[in-house]
């Protein structure tokens, strides 16, 4: 019974790029919601766009322990740039701000067991207005390289719609033919009505669709209805190697109680989404670094499956999504509350409505404590009260007793 359907998950996603990387979806850091495009260095020394920023995080990341649990990615944003390429044509980072050049920093992030991720816009500017790729791909792929780059984030600013479907697959190309794995980003679908998710999964390894996330409730949950709506039915096209990016955690910032905090750990969770803090790692609270840090909610959003969960049922404020898990026949579920008031509602699901269809039942575990909390079967129900804001965040285990 369980079989055919591992064996149709692996010919869904042949199609994907498949460059060895983003088998799951990838962790790290990136610098663009928390500090955007600061580049006065003089008033603002540790937070502009600079090499000493991104040393600092990758220091924060070995040393407070987020490496251990997966975050390996320091990824550079926007504004990194000198505002003029070389005599040759080539890239080129902004001398003051990165005094020791790319390669230096790419040498000191490996050095420390981690990735260098970069950032660059396939049109004639960049979204900040550095030099954009346009007409420079090649040389652009093979710069990039040359640093000892791991992961390129393209955007795609400056550019007529018309040329991204065909522009984003040329990059890819170029960056292929450097030799070097480079987990690659694309902005495309954020930048048009009806994209092409099939063509897009096959040259791409994760992509945005949706608007920047802003550090608030407000937009985390615009995302969370996004990825709810599923329009041209995105999901299907997320397995290992190919992840849709709703975009940054802003855990651990201004925007979002402790409560919304977990919801968005948990999601993020739900949608096998690539998790990219954007936060300060110097300056964090122990409880969001715990949450980042927190192992069940990682192992959802690790899972090999690669499957990104769904919205299945909506009963008024409440939302509960789920995703299949390995062993194959498990799952985890979120009971998501988007209400806004009170202490709090009283949720009596049955198992089914969680998707949870095998009739022997299942064990259910708090994700985040990893406590035990139940046994349910399709047409029992489960009760618990999920606070405003807030998230019951599941696994569900085949019972094997019975
Ligand atoms: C690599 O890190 C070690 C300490 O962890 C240090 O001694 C060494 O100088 C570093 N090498 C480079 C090239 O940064
Ligand atoms: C280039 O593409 C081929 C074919 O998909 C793939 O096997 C290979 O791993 C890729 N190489 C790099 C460096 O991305
Ligand atoms: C979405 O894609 C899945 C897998 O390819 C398919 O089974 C399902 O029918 C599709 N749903 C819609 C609404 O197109």
């Given at each position: 019974?369980?079989?055919?359907?591992?064996?149709?998950?692996?010919?869904?996603?042949?199609s994907?790029?498949?460059?060895?990387?983003?088998?799951?979806?990838?962790?790290?850091?990136?610098?663009?919601?928390?500090?955007?495009?600061?580049?006065?260095?003089?008033?603002?020394?540790?937070?502009?766009?600079?090499?000493?920023?991104?040393?600092?995080?990758?220091?924060?990341?070995?040393?407070?322990?987020?490496?251990?649990?997966?975050?390996k990615?320091?990824?550079?944003?926007?504004?990194?740039?000198?505002?003029?390429?070389?005599?040759?044509g080539?890239?080129?980072?902004?001398?003051?701000?990165?005094?020791?050049g790319?390669?230096?920093?790419?040498?000191?992030?490996?050095?420390?067991?981690?990735?260098?991720?970069?950032?660059?816009?396939?049109g004639?500017?960049?979204?900040?207005?550095?030099?954009?790729?346009?007409?420079?791909?090649?040389?652009?792929?093979?710069?990039?390289?040359?640093?000892?780059?791991?992961?390129?984030?393209?955007?795609?600013?400056?550019?007529?719609?018309?040329?991204?479907?065909?522009?984003?697959?040329?990059?890819?190309?170029?960056?292929?033919?450097?030799?070097?794995?480079?987990?690659?980003?694309?902005?495309w679908?954020?930048?048009?009505?009806?994209?092409?998710?099939?063509?897009?999964?096959?040259?791409?390894?994760?992509?945005?669709?949706?608007?920047?996330?802003?550090?608030?409730?407000?937009?985390?949950?615009?995302?969370?209805?996004?990825?709810?709506?599923?329009?041209?039915?995105?999901?299907?096209?997320?397995?290992?190697?190919?992840?849709?990016?709703?975009?940054?955690?802003?855990?651990?910032?201004?925007?979002?109680s402790?409560?919304?905090?977990?919801?968005?750990m948990?999601?993020?969770?739900?949608?096998?989404?690539?998790?990219?803090?954007?936060?300060?790692?110097?300056?964090?609270?122990?409880?969001?670094?715990?949450?980042?840090?927190?192992?069940?909610?990682?192992?959802?959003?690790?899972?090999?499956?690669?499957?990104?969960?769904?919205?299945?049922?909506?009963?008024?404020?409440?939302?509960?999504?789920?995703?299949?898990?390995?062993?194959?026949?498990?799952?985890?579920?979120?009971?998501?509350?988007?209400?806004?008031?009170?202490?709090?509602?009283?949720?009596?699901?049955?198992?089914?409505?969680?998707?949870?269809?095998?009739?022997?039942?299942?064990?259910?575990?708090?994700?985040?404590?990893?406590?035990?909390?139940?046994v349910?079967?399709?047409?029992?129900?489960?009760?618990?009260?999920v606070?405003?804001?807030?998230?019951?965040?599941?696994?569900?285990?085949?019972?094997?007793?019975?």
């Open positions: 019974m369980i079989l055919p359907l591992a064996v149709l998950v692996i010919i869904g996603t042949v994907g790029l498949d460059n060895g990387l983003a088998r799951t979806p990838p962790m790290g850091w990136m610098s663009w919601q928390r500090f955007r495009c600061i580049i006065d260095c003089e008033n603002q020394p540790k937070d502009c766009i600079s090499e000493r920023l991104f040393m600092d995080m990758a220091d924060r990341l070995v040393d407070d322990g987020y490496a251990a649990v997966g975050y990615y320091v990824n550079i944003d926007d504004c990194w740039s000198s505002k003029e390429r070389d005599g040759e080539r890239l080129q980072a902004d001398p003051k701000r990165f005094p020791n790319m390669k230096t920093l790419a040498d000191y992030v490996h050095n420390k067991s981690l990735k260098l991720g970069i950032y660059g816009d396939f004639t500017y960049t979204c900040g207005g550095y030099p954009g790729s346009k007409f420079y791909m090649q040389s652009d792929a093979q710069t990039f390289a040359s640093w000892g780059i791991d992961s390129l984030k393209l955007d795609g600013c400056y550019t007529g719609t018309g040329d991204i479907p065909i522009g984003y697959p040329i990059m890819e190309e170029f960056l292929n033919s450097t030799g070097r794995p480079i987990l690659y980003s694309c902005s679908p954020a930048y048009l009505q009806k994209p092409n998710y099939q063509n897009i999964a096959a040259s791409c390894n994760i992509w945005r669709n949706y608007g920047d996330i802003q550090d608030s409730w407000d937009s985390v949950v615009s995302i969370i209805n996004f990825y709810g709506k599923d329009s041209g039915n995105f999901s299907s096209v997320a397995g290992p190697g190919n992840f849709n990016d709703p975009d940054m955690l802003i855990i651990g910032n201004f925007g979002l402790y409560e919304q905090q977990r919801v968005q948990a999601m993020w969770s739900i949608l096998a989404a690539p998790l990219l803090m954007s936060n300060d790692l110097r300056l964090i609270r122990k409880e969001s670094r715990e949450l980042l840090q927190n192992k069940g909610a990682i192992s959802i959003n690790q899972d090999p499956l690669g499957i990104q969960g769904k919205l299945i049922a909506t009963m008024g404020k409440i939302q509960i999504w789920n995703k299949p898990i390995t062993p194959v026949g498990n799952f985890a579920f979120a009971i998501l509350n988007l209400g806004d008031g009170g202490p709090g509602s009283l949720i009596s699901v049955k198992g089914a409505t969680l998707g949870l269809m095998a009739s022997q039942g299942y064990n259910i575990t708090d994700a985040f404590t990893g406590e035990f909390v139940t349910i079967k399709p047409s029992s129900y489960f009760n618990l009260t606070v405003p804001s807030g998230v019951f965040l599941g696994k569900a285990y085949l019972n094997t007793m019975s």
